[in-house]
């Protein structure tokens, strides 16, 4: 696949959220504003784009050598686990600003769906290092185009009378699924719209 | 300890069902519910590791040291994660390959890691058991009745596991020809989702009211 094809599937074919359910929950818990939907969107691009291409290379030079691809799902969890806290350190020592940004943001990570989510559709789609990481990044860009406009949809709900049984959680849903509606319209025939 | 062992049992199921109340691992709720079968294989997985988990952080929790517990819970849980999917590929493949990226996905389930960080962890071994137990089957019949919904309505069958001549598929006279297309897509699972949460808040709300 091209790399603008692979871009273009991750960000809004493939959508993590709107097609794919990878990552709902900070989709619900955290597009209450979207500073914080700006912040966390760029935490999680950041991480995936360097989670994909950690975790390419641990499987390719060293679990696949080895004959221990049976615990890829151990070793990425780890990986990704210790990826964030490192990033965390070094953010904190080198760039207070980014880390006051970003840093709450970066323990929630870990146990977000997308980001192991990324590291295992790499390995299934078989992508070689560079389409990993474009993958990686492109992945964390649709989860961020998802965020900021759920934010802004929510941020509009706030100003609206909602039924109460609806506010909140309940009408957040039904927003997301009628903007999944909507990138329904990305669909493959797109692709070959676009590329030929 | 207040809760009696049956409360710590059936509180998963309604009173703090992890899907409709507290809200979580909602990733593989709406990723495999498609069809009731894959529903009822991920609920499965789910339980198969929650209970493990529960019960062996349970022993451990003196063990591990509080500063490294998370990393320490994460690998118990991929551990669990991994045999279940060796099992799963080895027995049923078909359910395998249709749960595809969700099944590596349970280690990050955030019921999991919820339940050992806030029950397990300050627990009995045998509470603990019964807590994961619980909380599993009401993931189980959340994604059941999700999948139900979605399938009778969205493709007119109900999917259940092929024994002899039985296929395993159920067919719904009038919704298989005329099915809602839209339930089975992504769109439809996510309205869904939000109908079946504000229905849950108002028979909570209900529930408060009488009492």
Not at chain 1, 33 to 60: C, D, K, Q, R, W
Not at chain 1, 98 to 121: D, E, K, S, W
Not at chain 1, 129 to 147: H, K, R, V, Y
Request: charged residues 10%; glycine residues 8%; contains cysteine.
């Amino acid at each position: 696949m091209s790399y603008i094809a692979i871009f273009i599937t991750y960000v809004f074919i493939n959508n993590f959220i709107l097609s794919q359910f990878l990552g709902l929950c900070p989709f619900i818990g955290v597009s209450k504003n979207s500073e914080s939907a700006i912040g966390m969107g760029m935490a999680v691009t950041f991480v995936m784009g360097l989670a994909s291409v950690l975790t390419y290379l641990v499987y390719h030079f060293l679990l696949v050598p080895l004959n221990l691809a049976f615990l890829q799902t151990l070793t990425f969890i780890l990986l990704i686990a210790g990826l964030v806290q490192f990033v965390e350190l070094v953010i904190q020592k080198n760039s207070p600003a980014l880390y006051q940004a970003l840093g709450i943001f970066l323990p929630l990570i870990t146990t977000n769906c997308a980001v192991l989510g990324i590291a295992i559709l790499n390995i299934n789609e078989n992508y070689n290092l560079m389409e990993s990481f474009l993958a990686g990044i492109s992945g964390g860009l649709g989860f961020t185009l998802a965020l900021i406009l759920m934010s802004n949809i929510r941020e509009r709900l706030d100003l609206h009378p909602v039924r109460k049984v609806f506010k909140g959680v309940p009408i957040a849903f039904i927003s997301g699924g009628l903007m999944a509606l909507a990138f329904m319209a990305f669909d493959k025939s797109l692709l070959t719209n676009l590329l030929g | 300890m207040a809760d009696t062992r049956k409360e710590v049992f059936t509180k998963g199921i309604f009173k703090e069902n992890p899907v409709f109340i507290i809200m979580l691992g909602l990733c593989p709720t709406l990723g495999v519910t498609t069809q009731v079968v894959n529903g009822i294989g991920m609920g499965l997985g789910v339980i198969f590791v929650l209970t493990f988990s529960n019960v062996f952080i349970a022993l451990l929790k003196d063990f591990i040291p509080n500063s490294i517990r998370i990393p320490a819970y994460i690998v118990i849980i991929a551990a669990f994660v991994t045999i279940v999917e060796m099992v799963m590929h080895a027995y049923v493949p078909a359910i395998y390959n249709a749960l595809g990226i969700y099944l590596p996905l349970i280690v990050v389930n955030c019921i999991i890691l919820g339940r050992a960080e806030a029950f397990a962890s300050n627990n009995s071994v045998y509470d603990s058991f019964l807590d994961g137990i619980g909380m599993g089957l009401g993931f189980t019949l959340s994604l059941i009745l999700i999948a139900l919904i979605r399938e009778v309505f969205g493709n007119g069958t109900i999917t259940l596991i092929a024994m002899g001549s039985f296929d395993g598929v159920i067919k719904i006279p009038l919704l298989y020809n005329y099915p809602i297309r839209i339930l089975t897509l992504a769109a439809g699972a996510l309205l869904l989702m939000g109908y079946l949460k504000a229905f849950f808040n108002w028979y909570s709300s209900r529930k408060q009211e009488t009492i």
